[in-house]
């Protein structure tokens, strides 16, 4: 039972690295998708780039709550499972000092996004997709 737990906690604490990995791979590829749009762009590229932003704000959106939730039991058995007696209480600023770097990342990547969705919205209206 205990090596279960084990296994179930190491896993956990991966997947809140590769759902981080997941949700950069979202904003990369966002920020790619919109620089390249072009200037006088066809309905049928109007109608692609709406669904793809679609699909890549729900994988993006699915990883940041991963992230948080995942985040919890980490933090939680940190001492247990991932405590450095040789980097001591250091560590403790270095998750921190990690930490405020992701969040100014995710909160860039957040404000961009929500313009990226403004211009989104007007694609949709202009196609008669729903706002
Ligand atoms: C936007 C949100 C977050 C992002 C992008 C993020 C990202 C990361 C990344 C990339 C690591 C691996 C760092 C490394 O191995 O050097 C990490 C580790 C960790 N995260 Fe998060 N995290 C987020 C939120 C949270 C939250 C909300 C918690 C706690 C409730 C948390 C707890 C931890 C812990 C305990 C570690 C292990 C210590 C460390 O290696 O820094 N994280 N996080």
Do not use: C
């Not at 066809?42 to 995942?70: D, G, N, P």
């Not at 007696?85 to 403790?92: F, H, K, P």
């Not at 969040?103 to 860039?108: A, C, P, Q, R, Y």
């Amino acid at each position: 039972m205990d090596s279960l737990f084990d296994i179930a906690l190491m896993t956990n604490n991966y997947s809140h690295d590769i759902a981080t990995a997941i949700l950069a791979i979202s904003g990369a590829a966002m920020w790619m998708l919109s620089r390249n749009y072009p200037e006088s762009a066809t309905q049928e590229m109007e109608l692609y780039f709406v669904r793809i932003y679609q699909s890549i704000t729900k994988m993006a959106k699915y990883s940041l709550i991963w992230i948080l939730i995942a985040g919890v039991p980490r933090v939680t058995f940190y001492k247990q499972y991932e405590w450095s007696t040789t980097a001591g209480d250091l560590q403790v600023i270095a998750i921190m000092i990690k930490h405020i770097v992701m969040f100014l990342l995710v909160g860039t990547g957040l404000f961009y996004w929500s313009k990226l969705s403004r211009r989104v919205k007007l694609l949709k209206i202009k196609n008669n997709t729903g706002g």
